[in-house]
């Protein structure tokens, strides 16, 4: 349970308020702001740089494995919720049961790559998008973002985040990713850029229930009838354990228009030691 602290106003955007400060034996030890917290990190398998003083030291430690619900320990007071600027972006936190606190560093690469490829009116669409960052770094682009999520409270968490920010020309969307999709194949609806987050397993606003590795072909066969002719880019990550930049790479592949230029990597976040936080692989095409 969080300490009854006031919310802070959005911090300056040039200021970097996020900071991993170590990792190792199943855990990672960050800085949020003024606050600092221990989260379960299970590729993580390494010693400590740290002493233990400074694990110690932390305002509140996620007890749970980050795939089903557990509970925050606090030994220091922590607000119920706060700002952060990362990334180039303004983000509000809140810690919830699942050890999540809204921003997810280890995406700070494809929201710079987003800004840098997108080209201003482009349509995009974010699936299992979340509390927004890449919706608000393509924005920050210029492109025309529709914004989806089955979860209406992290659209609305999404929403305060670009409110922030001043952008008022995202279109927010709850429902389910897979549904949605085909139904805009059957509207004729078309986007130059799509991006894809999803988890390993989740619910939709009406209980559909998403399997990653049963549904996630489908939906990149939705999602090719979606791009555009010629389109710009699709980005698809994911945490998922076991889901290999070589393997995202090859989804990409063979659901994307011919002529594109697929990269695929490790997401990681820097530090100590660099820790690896899923993977991600991505399409453009030329023009």
């Not at 494809?110 to 840098?116: C, E, G, H, T, Y």
């Not at 609305?156 to 922030?164: F, I, K, L």
């Not at 979606?226 to 290999?244: C, E, N, Y």
Request: glycine residues 10%; aromatic residues 8%; neutral net charge.
């Amino acid at each position: 349970m969080t300490h009854p602290v006031a919310a802070r106003q959005p911090p300056p955007m040039d200021d970097d308020h996020y900071e991993l400060l170590d990792s190792g034996e199943g855990e990672r030890l960050e800085r949020f702001g003024e606050v600092v917290l221990a989260r379960k990190q299970a590729t993580a398998l390494w010693w400590r740089s740290l002493p233990a003083e400074a694990w110690a030291a932390a305002h509140g430690r996620h007890i749970g494995s980050g795939e089903s619900e557990g509970r925050w320990e606090f030994a220091r007071p922590v607000p119920e919720e706060w700002w952060v600027s990362h990334g180039g972006l303004r983000m509000v936190l809140r810690p919830n049961p699942f050890g999540h606190l809204g921003l997810f560093p280890e995406q700070a690469a494809n929201w710079q790559w987003l800004r840098d490829q997108l080209r201003p009116g482009d349509r995009l669409l974010n699936l299992f998008a979340y509390t927004g960052g890449a919706s608000l770094a393509a924005a920050q682009a210029g492109a025309q973002v529709t914004h989806l999520d089955a979860v209406r409270g992290v659209v609305s968490w999404a929403a305060e985040n670009a409110a922030a920010a001043k952008i008022e020309t995202i279109r927010w969307i709850v429902d389910d990713a897979l549904k949605f999709a085909e139904r805009e194949g059957r509207r004729a609806s078309r986007y130059e850029a799509i991006i894809l987050d999803p988890p390993t397993f989740g619910r939709g606003p009406k209980g559909q229930v998403w399997k990653l590795e049963r549904d996630l072909v489908r939906l990149l066969a939705a999602c090719r009838a979606l791009l555009a002719d010629p389109p710009r880019l699709l980005l698809l990550s994911a945490h998922t354990p076991g889901i290999t930049p070589a393997v995202l790479a090859n989804l990409v592949a063979g659901a994307t228009p011919p002529g594109g230029q697929v990269e695929a990597g490790e997401m990681v976040i820097d530090g100590p030691r660099p820790l690896p936080s899923g993977a991600f692989a991505r399409a453009t095409w030329p023009g």
